[in-house]
């Protein structure tokens, strides 16, 4: 019986962010704060042989999830009152895991974060880029 040590992937979650017309507009972010809410992480079975060895066999695994996402911000009025705009943002990857467990195995991915940032483009505007690794192994 084979050993499952696990595998990971990096994705990239990019995209513009826009403060809803109900609050008002941004001067600067303070801070962001970002969890990842996991929905959906199943193996999948194939019927491919992994390229580079052709004695081993390719499952895949299906991510699906959602960034949830907010920004703190000095809003652009005269008090300069802090302010917080919430997001939820979905992802889903699609991971080749060779020689991995067989479909049905239970699986745990642990979202970390490698890399964010976050830019005020003007007003209502927040351009961003979160680099995740998604480390998918069996309990």
Same mark, same amino acid.
């Given at each position: ?7 990971? &992937?990096?994705? +990239? %979650? ?19 704060? %970002?969890? #990842? ?29 959602? +960034? ?5 911000? +000095? +809003?652009?009025?005269?008090? &300069? &009152?802090?302010?917080?705009?919430? #997001?939820? /943002? ?12 067989? &479909?049905?195995?239970?699986?745990? /991915? ?7 940032? #976050? ?7 927040? #351009? ?12």
């Amino acid at each position: 019986m084979p050993t499952f040590t696990g595998i990971y &992937q990096e994705i +990239a %979650i990019d995209h513009q962010l826009v403060i809803p017309e109900i609050k008002p507009p941004a001067e600067c972010i303070l801070d962001v704060i %970002i969890n #990842f809410d996991i929905t959906k992480a199943v193996v999948i079975d194939t019927p491919l042989l992994y390229p580079e060895d052709p004695n081993l066999e390719l499952q895949k695994v299906l991510v699906v999830g959602t +960034a949830k996402i907010i920004v703190k911000y +000095a +809003a652009d009025v005269p008090d &300069q &009152q802090v302010h917080a705009a919430h #997001f939820d /943002v979905p992802f889903h990857a699609l991971i080749e895991w060779p020689d991995g467990p067989p &479909q049905g195995t239970p699986i745990c /991915v642990e979202p970390v974060i490698e890399k964010s940032r #976050f830019c005020l483009i003007d007003g209502r505007h927040i #351009f961003k880029i979160i680099v995740v690794r998604l480390d998918i192994y069996t309990p």
